[in-house]
């Protein structure tokens, strides 16, 4: 058997039901990798041992009763680090910030929930910046996230924690949320698969209110079949939900061995919510190249329009701002939140209730006119960023947030264009470049319509079969 941490989370699940290791043994290399890394890449603020190997045990009883061929969880014994966006009972909570102090989460959230159902191994709770609101992964409670790649450099945000893990070897999938790119950012920045589900696909519940509806849990991984089998996992109705979807036709998983067909693909190079945003060459030449491999794999590739002017955007603004005031948190620690945090927080109190709701009613607008305008298209394909890996401090600015945001949106220019319209989108590894003898990740995005996910995932696999990115890694490993 190949050394653990090179094994992909479905290939792991195999090994501990074929007995070729333990859970407890999966733990102990996973938190030994954790400790020996993780001073250089920030990826984690709180690391759970024995709650592992508590899971890690139940596992192992569970391998014993079913000895004689019985269904087991798909992910018995693999290890799966949580996002602190997202509550694990017992476990301190603090979603990056120094305002909740030490907060003990009372309950698992739902998707916790489903994850240890699958009988993932929660090894630790991972980095984040304040409630997730930037792009990159600097909070003041913890270091810096880094990519791997070059510690230098930023992992990317929200979920840049979870990436660093991932792209380590520390843990093989690591759970995310996207509520502007948060999954596909680091994703990129990490050389990952990053998955952004259709609005409704995985719930919040059973305690979180759908609310504007931007963000989604998800996970991140090394390549599309884990992806895709999360998305089994992850893709649960929970009594009360306000978006039900239909399912697959099958399972996702399945989806990766189907023959996407002919499909036409929209090329967007023109960045669309910052419209005078500078686009890295090795960016723009990443998605010029898998546009060549998609019309060599069959594919009708176009070039495909800016779906709506930028100053639509603003709706995505307003409506994030009332989300960042609308974070818990105490008046009396309100001073130990970031300047960008309380920028948007001020931001968030001026919005009245007929802005708030117009926002939203432009969203609306803008998805039935974004839906209109991509029309004959079955995907399309864009950078995942404008940049390169940020070094790290870079993009944080406390001394002007409002400068601060307006360098996000450069950074970003296309990931929120799906959280808007609420549809699909992965970013996919499928391209590097050289910078000063530094090999750098660089993510494309394939973005699709409403529920097709089964389109994004075996195209995406396809891709992967066509260009396969698993030899390369990080110098970490």
């Not at 509520?179 to 719930?203: D, H, N, Q, W």
């Not at 990766?256 to 499909?263: A, F, M, T, V």
């Not at 019309?295 to 709506?308: K, M, Y």
């Amino acid at each position: 058997m190949s050394e653990i941490h090179e094994l992909t989370g479905l290939e792991l699940a195999t090994a501990v039901r074929q007995r070729e290791v333990s859970p407890s043994e999966v733990v102990d290399h996973s938190l030994a990798r954790a400790e020996r890394l993780d001073s250089s890449l920030g990826a984690f603020v709180t690391l759970t041992p024995d709650l592992a190997r508590e899971q890690a045990a139940e596992a192992e009883s569970l391998l014993q009763r079913t000895r004689s061929g019985g269904e087991l969880p798909p992910f018995l014994g693999v290890p799966c680090p949580v996002k602190d966006l997202a509550m694990v009972a017992g476990v301190p909570f603090r979603a990056g910030s120094a305002a909740l102090a030490d907060f003990v989460a009372p309950a698992d959230d739902g998707v916790v929930t489903l994850l240890q159902r699958a009988g993932t191994l929660m090894i630790g709770k991972t980095n984040t910046p304040e409630f997730g609101l930037p792009p990159y992964t600097e909070s003041d409670i913890a270091p810096p996230a880094r990519t791997p790649w070059d510690t230098s450099r930023s992992a990317g945000g929200s979920s840049g924690g979870s990436a660093a893990a991932v792209a380590a070897g520390i843990a093989p999938v690591a759970h995310g949320s996207d509520g502007g790119g948060s999954i596909r950012i680091p994703a990129s920045a990490c050389g990952l698969v990053g998955l952004k589900p259709t609005r409704g696909r995985v719930s919040p519940g059973p305690y979180r209110p759908e609310g504007a509806g931007l963000a989604s849990n998800g996970v991140l991984t090394r390549d599309v079949r884990d992806t895709a089998a999360l998305l089994d996992v992850l893709s649960h109705q929970w009594a009360g939900d306000l978006y039900v979807l239909a399912p697959p036709r099958t399972t996702f998983l399945d989806a990766c061995g189907r023959d996407p067909g002919r499909l036409t693909i929209g090329l967007l190079t023109t960045p669309v919510i910052s419209a005078d945003a500078p686009v890295d060459d090795a960016c723009l030449t990443a998605v010029v190249r898998t546009a060549r491999l998609l019309e060599d794999l069959g594919h009708r590739v176009e070039p495909a329009p800016v779906p709506f002017a930028a100053e639509r955007w603003d709706s995505f603004e307003a409506i994030w701002s009332v989300l960042a005031l609308s974070a818990p948190v105490p008046p009396e620690h309100e001073h130990l939140l970031l300047p960008l945090t309380r920028w948007l927080r001020d931001k968030g109190g001026s919005v009245s209730g007929i802005e708030y709701a117009s926002a939203l009613g432009l969203i609306q607008t803008t998805t039935r006119e974004t839906a209109a305008t991509w029309a004959a298209y079955d995907v399309v394909l864009c950078p995942t960023l404008a940049q390169l890996p940020a070094p790290v401090g870079s993009q944080r600015d406390d001394a002007d947030p409002a400068g601060d945001f307006a360098r996000q949106m450069a950074f970003t220019p296309w990931t929120s264009v799906w959280n808007l319209t609420g549809w699909p989108a992965i970013s996919l590894p499928l391209e590097t470049t050289e910078v000063d003898g530094v090999t750098l990740p660089v993510g494309v995005m394939l973005g699709g319509m409403h529920g097709a996910e089964e389109t994004l995932l075996s195209l995406a696999a396809q891709l992967e079969a066509a260009r396969p990115w698993r030899d390369r890694r990080p110098a970490t490993w």
